[in-house]
Nanobody, 130 residues
């Protein structure tokens, strides 16, 4: 089993990037896949989550309206489209997977909790700077 992120890079403020996370070897039927990020000196924080089965999405307040998470079932890939990027978005971005769903009612409060995820990718660096 493996999660592989790609798509990071250097971009100017206001620019866009699309991150990809390929999930290999996993059974995704009931999975939730989440993008986290970690800036130097900060804790790892949840950015956005998608439920594989029904496509429900969740976002951190700091990225709502700017980031969009999506999935491609055939490619077993989750994307994070990041628009209107700000310097404070600079971080290492990781995808993580939980193979069993959480009850829908608790998802808003629990999707961003790191301990709910058992597998992590290696990360991809996003730097927003002029």
């Amino acid at each position: 089993v493996q999660l592989v992120e790609s798509g990071g890079g250097l971009v100017q403020p206001g620019g866009s990037l699309r991150l990809s996370c390929v999930a290999s070897g996993f059974t995704l039927n009931s999975a939730i896949i989440t993008w986290f990020r970690q800036a130097p000196g900060n804790e790892r924080e949840g950015v956005s989550c998608i439920s594989w089965s029904d496509g429900r999405t969740y976002y951190a307040d700091s990225v709502k309206g700017r980031f969009t998470i999506s999935r491609d079932r055939a490619k077993k890939t989750v994307y994070l489209q990041m628009d209107s990027l700000k310097p404070e978005d600079t971080a290492e971005y990781y995808c993580a997977i939980r193979q069993t769903r959480l009850p829908t009612g608790v998802m808003p409060g629990l999707w961003a909790r790191r301990t709910n995820y058992g597998y992590w990718g290696q990360g991809t660096q996003v730097t927003v700077s002029s």
